[in-house]
């Protein structure tokens, strides 16, 4: 209140000299106190109106909003212009302080892996992260305010919104986008709701793929166990005669080597799969290893086939022996029990230009048709599945020579006539050959 009583004083000091002056004026006629009252008026009249004055300044700069400073003026309106710009000045900092918090909140939204869309008490779009757009198909500037069951139309989404806000996630897709989605839907605040969405796609081939492996394994593993139990209730409830026995034990111990050989694979492909790459820094030498594969190819052909080995240029691969020897041993494998009697198997080694190195299997057997080539390499995909049990084979070969290339940065390509037979390479990039 510091500046009340200069402003009473001011306003007696302009009416007593207005009525000093007014009273000089009226000596010269008969109305002096007429004379005091109008000069006392004009000096109160003269402060009143600088006031005005000064208040309409600070009215008008308040009214623009301006960011400037307020009019500058002494006393009370200085004072009172001054508070205003500052109290005008910490709300903006408030309020920049408030935006910016906001501002990183809905960033780290964005930068979620998951969708996330705020939707208002009556179901209207309010905010949604790109990644929610992309998955919904929104436009988070178009589609706000827009009632989410208008834009996205997903049956089983409308209804899962409608049922409230059940606690499961549920899944569903959306016309012509590929995939599958999944939705948890949250209440918060007054009746606002939050709909987080994940893109289930994969996690649900994954799934998909184990649940696969698993019916594939059991059913792998229950045949040889039927025939060899099978024997074993025979043998205990007949009594069979020692040549009986003999090729009865035969066929025990050939089912029990056919579950071996399966589970020894299932091993080598999770090892695969649970160990760290393969080292760039040991050298494995490449005659040496097609040497061992041409020994095995022979054993197992035992003469059936006429095998030939061209090892080119030689040299080395940067490696693990024990995954291309098993690598480039089931392509020999393969080679030998599906190509009939009297066929033609070569291996060969060749430098390419690039630097890479390649490695072939080429057969003379029955070829594959085009179909089957890019589903070679999956865990129990076959060809022709009547050959390759009676072959002994577990289906595991190619997934176990693919798996080990692609650990040491190469990849398996097949090019394969029907009738005419196969050509398997193991392509091995530059920084690994030598
Ligand atoms: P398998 O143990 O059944 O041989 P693989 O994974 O090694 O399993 O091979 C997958 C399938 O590809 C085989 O079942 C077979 O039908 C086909 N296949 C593989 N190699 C050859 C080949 N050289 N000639 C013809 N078919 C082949």
Redesign the pocket.
């Known amino acids: 209140m510091h500046w009340l009583l200069p402003r009473i004083l001011l306003t007696l000091m302009a009416g007593a000299v207005g009525a000093g002056l007014g009273l000089a004026l009226a000596n010269w006629t008969d109305l002096r106190s007429l004379g005091m009252l109008l000069g006392a008026a004009t000096g109160i009249g003269l402060i009143v109106a600088v006031d005005v004055l000064r208040a309409r300044r600070l009215l008008s700069w308040l009214r623009e909003a301006r960011t400037d400073r307020a009019p500058h003026h002494t006393g009370f309106w200085g004072e009172m212009g001054y508070r205003v710009e500052r109290a005008l000045q910490a709300r903006d900092k408030d309020l920049q302080a408030a935006r910016q918090r906001i501002e990183q909140f809905l960033s780290a939204i964005e930068a979620s892996p998951n969708g996330v869309v705020m939707l208002d008490a009556q179901g209207q779009l309010l905010w949604c992260n790109s990644t929610a757009a992309d998955h919904l198909g929104l436009d988070p500037l178009r589609d706000l305010q827009q009632p989410i069951t208008n834009l996205v139309r997903a049956p089983e989404f409308v209804a899962h919104l409608h049922a409230g806000t059940p606690e499961e996630p549920v899944q569903f897709s959306i016309p012509g986008r590929p995939g599958t989605l999944s939705i948890i839907v949250r209440p918060y605040g007054d009746g606002q709701r939050l709909l987080l969405t994940q893109d289930v796609t994969e996690r649900l081939r994954v799934d998909g793929m184990r649940r696969d492996f698993v019916a594939n394994v059991s059913h792998e593993i229950r045949t040889p166990l039927t025939v060899v139990s099978g024997f074993i209730e025979t043998m205990s409830q007949l009594e069979p005669t020692a040549a009986e026995r003999k090729r009865m034990l035969e066929l025990v111990a050939e089912q029990t080597q056919r579950m071996r050989t399966l589970v020894d694979d299932l091993l080598s492909l999770a090892q695969l799969e649970g160990s760290p790459r393969p080292s760039g820094d040991t050298w494995v030498d490449v005659h040496a290893l097609m040497q061992r594969v041409l020994a095995d190819g022979r054993a197992l052909s035992a003469g059936r086939h006429r095998i030939e080995v061209d090892e080119g240029p030689g040299g080395a691969i940067a490696g693990n022996e024990a995954e291309l020897l098993s690598a480039f041993g ?2 020999m ?3 030998v ?3 009939p009697q009297g066929g033609r198997i070569e291996i060969l080694w060749q430098r390419r230009g690039n630097g890479s190195g390649a490695f072939e ?1 080429r ?1 003379t ?4 048709s085009a179909d ?1 080539l890019p589903r ?2 999956e865990r129990f ?5 009547g ?3 009676a ?11 693919k798996h080990a290339v692609m650990r040491h940065g190469g990849e398996m390509q097949v090019e ?1 006539v029907l009738g005419e ?2 050509t ?1 390479r193991l392509v091995f990039p530059p920084a690994r050959v030598r």
Do not use: C, K, Q
Not at 365 to 368: K, L, M, R, T
Not at 381 to 385: E, F, K
Not at 391 to 401: E, F, M, N, P, V
């Open positions: 089931n392509l494998s393969n080679a029990r599906y190509t299997v057969d057997g029955p070829g594959i089957h070679l390499g995909y076959r060809v022709d599945s050959r390759s049990r072959s002994g084979g577990t289906g595991l070969g190619l997934a176990i020579t394969s037979g196969s398997f």
